[in-house]
């Protein structure tokens, strides 16, 4: 008789944004004539720019001719694209990263998701907690997270560095010495950043300790402030210790066009063994690109017009962000994030619980968030609103927030 | 220091199609002046059918407007898609499958590397031989291989089905009980099939020894002999034993717009764990959906029109098929497939090896191939050469090689 993957069955419950549209979907099915405004989950409102639209529509019309068709793309993604981001996002950074060190995908979760394959499963893990649940998730499948903690919510095998008000949600170096560390910066979810100076003493650590950075850059498109790194190899040191994960759904609002990369230098190595070479064989192996199509659409976000009306998007994102930190600080609760990332934590009031919190709102104000716990424990205790809402259903979650 | 999964270094030499590609590129830079004619590679050369790019036209234009935007497609697909392949592509075919058994993804080839992750590293996989790399590469990735005998091109802990012209290119039950067997029929490299009591058989097999079988069904739509199964959910008691896999790329010409499904029964049970769980909480973990524009584009492939445009798709590459066998046939080669297959397989000429018959062929024709080895042991001394060229190089192609 054929077995199963054990460690699927240690998976406590359901994924976090499953269990929240559950709920929702619950209390709209019991109160029908409510209108909800969604501030939960991640995605975004705005439509596709007008650059990426024309984009789009030139690469419908290649693929629909002999001469212009394309197949299978390039295992690493098309050269356009790559010299494109390489250009854009490192050299204009004055990061020294090449073209064929990024790897095109269909999206940062995947590539979050994946990215631990290619680790031995004896490696330990370090994650800020609370964290976007898929680096943890995605460990516990693969065997490397020893057992689970029902009371505590956490497992014997990951090293958790908390991140609350009291460290101004920036971690500290573990005690214990982990070999792959995830750092989110702008962070998911708690919207708050590390400067420059501390991200490169995350690289030196990891340089001292033989440990790799798994660095999920997908809001960097949100940093306002000076001293707040774009990339992490702006950090000298970081070619040797780093994998940068960058996502187009946050950016250019690609949620559901699905495009994102991952780069790993040439000189990130275990002895004599490149990582590069190691993800390049696993892209080839099980992965066959990113849609032509999309790869084009990424291209125009990098044009003049695009970058010009992505500015705009993420300035409107941003408004929205700021309106709800103000309105929430306003009502007198406790909020943070918001500058450098669309995300807004607040302290949930009265001592609530997260869940607690989210049931309240959802049923008083009938405005859905995302409870602070479902990222982890010393997620407990606050919540998450999202700036990705439209400006009229921002403006209008708050004023129910604020008569609560 | 952090330590790499060791499994990847196991895995010999490259992907066979990188080698391909290197082989040629070698080739073309040494005669600029010569013009290869590719028959390696399964890429689609037709452009995608008029239906199809109105629908991605239209899904771009929705992508565009704050009304018609659409975020995060729902885990399993939209609906929409679900529902026509469960209606076209089962219902029609009197197989009993439903629309939320369906698991919508970029293609078949990531579907078929990632669908063993749910199973325990330690059950034992069957394999035609020769057999498409992706089934045995990504379990070498997982550990589940054993050791790999260099001289034998073989792994230890892999079973081996020799498909030969012995044997008619059918596989016979192993002698060693496995617990996943991988099948694809119509057969890549082959282009052989069975027929549907040959399928019912292995489908008795699977559920008598408690095995799964992951059903490639890729090529389904070239079937056109009567007494060949469309779907493996045509044979009574699948539901309890197999998972099939299906692709948009070689149908409708997908392989470079990405779009496949996977299929899993809720009957499809290890004891009382349904293997839909375990599938459905990894696609919800570590993948986030095909693009909005893609999934619209699939729906396109079941409207009458685009029914009516494909199959003229599919009669072209088959009547290069036929011009193909024909071909060879004529000039004194042992040839089969190609009536149920877009693939032609043939014994290589005086005992030449298959890298030989490969690098005979560039040199003297300039016809790019794939030699047979690369698919496994027993495809040594075998050829594939492909249907999904032009018509006008597929007859060229033939001249060339006549003329040999």
């Known amino acids: 008789m054929f077995k ?50 024309e984009a789009m529509h030139k690469a419908v019309d290649e693929m629909g001719k002999a001469e212009t068709f394309r197949g299978y793309a390039p295992d690493l993604g098309y050269q ?45 893990i370090a994650v800020c907690d609370p964290v976007y649940p898929v680096y943890v998730d995605t460990n516990v499948m693969a065997g490397r997270t020893g057992t689970y903690d029902a009371a505590k919510e956490t497992w014997s095998d990951v090293i958790y560095m908390p991140c609350t008000a009291e460290n101004q949600f920036a971690p500290d170096f573990p005690k214990e010495t982990p070999n792959l560390i995830y ?88 002895k004599d063994v490149s990582l590069h070479s190691l993800w390049e064989r696993r892209h080839g192996t099980k992965y066959n690109g990113a849609p032509y199509i999309v790869q084009r659409a990424g291209e125009a976000v990098y044009s003049a017009e695009g970058r010009e009306q992505l500015k705009k998007q993420v300035a409107y994102y941003m408004n929205n962000a700021g309106i709800i930190k103000e309105g929430l600080q306003a009502a007198g609760y406790s909020v943070s994030g918001g500058v450098n990332a669309p995300y807004i934590w607040l302290k949930t009031p009265d001592g609530m619980s997260s869940w607690e919190f989210f049931d309240y709102l959802l049923e008083t104000a009938n405005v859905v968030g995302t409870p602070g716990s479902g990222f982890g424990p010393s997620g407990e205790g606050y919540f998450r609103l999202t700036a990705f809402g439209s400006y009229e259903n921002t403006l209008a979650a708050m004023e129910r927030i604020r008569a609560m």
């Open 4 to 53: 199963i993957n054990e460690n699927y069955l240690k998976l406590p419950g359901s994924y976090l944004f499953s269990t929240i549209a559950k709920k929702v979907a619950a209390y709209t099915e019991a109160n029908p004539d409510k209108e909800i405004i969604r501030l939960g989950i991640g995605d975004v409102t705005q439509p596709l720019a007008p650059a990426i639209i």
């Open 183 to 270: 750092l989110c910066f702008p962070n998911n979810p708690t919207g708050s950043t590390i400067t420059k100076d501390q991200l490169q003493g995350w690289v030196d650590y990891a340089n001292k300790v033989g440990a790799v950075i798994i660095y999920d850059a997908a809001y960097e498109a949100y940093i306002s402030e000076e001293n707040v790194a774009h990339t992490i190899y702006e950090c000298p040191g970081a070619r040797t210790c780093a994998i940068e994960l960058k996502s187009f759904s946050k950016n250019a609002g690609f949620t559901g066009v699905r495009l994102g990369y991952t780069v790993i230098p040439k000189d990130l190595k275990c």
């Open 80 to 124: 356009f694209l790559r010299d494109a981001i390489a250009q854009e996002d490192y050299k204009a950074k004055g990061a020294d990263i090449s073209a064929d060190e990024i790897f095109v995908s269909d999206g940062a979760k995947c590539d979050s998701g994946n990215i631990q394959e290619i680790f031995s499963v004896d490696n330990k």
